[in-house]
């Protein structure tokens, strides 16, 4: 019900019910990378996910087209999407600092930088170097080799620049009231996503059945499944919101001086893409 100033939404279950899928996925996962068994629970997790993400996404819309949101829950709206980006920088932050602790302590302390003595009695013929291709512990297989930046990588790069400069212009065109415009360039906005989910599908079959990066090849295996492989899922997120986006303006969704769904999405997909930048200089280049 609205008061006049503020929107109390109705009793939701849609936290609880997602809060349940994604732990029953993460409780799944943990069981799949433990015991190699608990696919079928993260099936069931993913599958709850989506399910509540899209009906509670129809619950957000049905009351936005409703009439029932004022001012004072579009800043609402804008300060919760700020603090959420903030905790997604914060979630990457993490990942960043720990490949940030591996290459630059880690790695060199292993090869005996500070503890001579102790190293080359341990592990006599290990070089500090990065890519790690041989860990010191024989029994750990590295990788055979590392992807070139200047090929895949650099092409997903590329696809996720233009996809930021695509949906720009689709956000710009939405406020000057170019619906069609907007609808064009958002489209391909959404292709382009999908064009970036296929080719890194492409690598993660190439790192497996050609190169031996895998989550078992040591830690330039584990911290770069980790990091892409995060991404990856923001991407296919933020590519499902776009989508989303794109069916309610052909519905008509959206004023040209009212749509902060539509602005918060952006948001999301500029973030996204400043994250892989960030991943493609110090995973793939650097």
Same mark, same amino acid.
């Given at each position: ?7 109390? $939404? ?113 592990? $006599? ?5 990065? $890519? ?20 895949? $990588? ?133």
């Amino acid at each position: 019900m609205s008061s006049g100033s503020y929107y109390v $939404p109705a009793t939701s279950r849609w936290p609880v019910l997602g809060s349940l899928a994604l732990g029953a996925m993460m409780i799944g996962l943990g069981i799949k990378l433990v015991y190699d068994t608990g696919l079928p629970l993260v099936f069931i997790g993913v599958v709850g996910v989506v399910a509540v993400m899209g009906l509670w996404f129809r619950d957000v819309v049905i009351e936005s087209q409703g009439g029932l949101y004022d001012a004072q829950m579009d800043r609402s709206f804008r300060w919760g999407m700020g603090w959420f980006i903030f905790s997604e920088v914060m979630f990457f932050a993490a990942f960043f600092g720990a490949l940030f602790y591996i290459r630059v302590f880690a790695v060199p302390w292993l090869g005996g930088e500070g503890a001579k003595g102790v190293s080359a009695l341990l592990w $006599p013929d290990f070089v500090a170097q990065w $890519p790690l291709l041989s860990p010191p512990d024989a029994s750990i297989a590295g990788p055979q080799q590392v992807f070139s930046p200047w090929q895949l $990588p650099l092409v997903n790069t590329l696809i996720l620049i233009t996809s930021s400069i695509t949906l720009t212009i689709a956000h710009e065109a939405l406020k000057e009231g170019h619906r069609k415009t907007c609808r064009n360039w958002l489209t391909g906005t959404v292709l382009l996503g999908i064009c970036f989910i296929f080719i890194q599908g492409v690598e993660y079959y190439e790192a497996y059945a050609h190169y031996g990066i895998t989550l078992e090849a040591g830690i330039f295996g584990a911290t770069f499944f980790i990091l892409t492989g995060f991404h990856g899922v923001h991407v296919i997120i933020g590519t499902l919101i776009l989508a989303i986006i794109l069916m309610r303006i052909h519905k008509g969704h959206f004023a040209h001086e009212n749509h902060f769904g539509f602005e918060a999405s952006c948001w999301y997909w500029h973030f996204v893409d400043v994250v892989w930048v960030g991943l493609f200089i110090f995973v793939y280049v650097l």
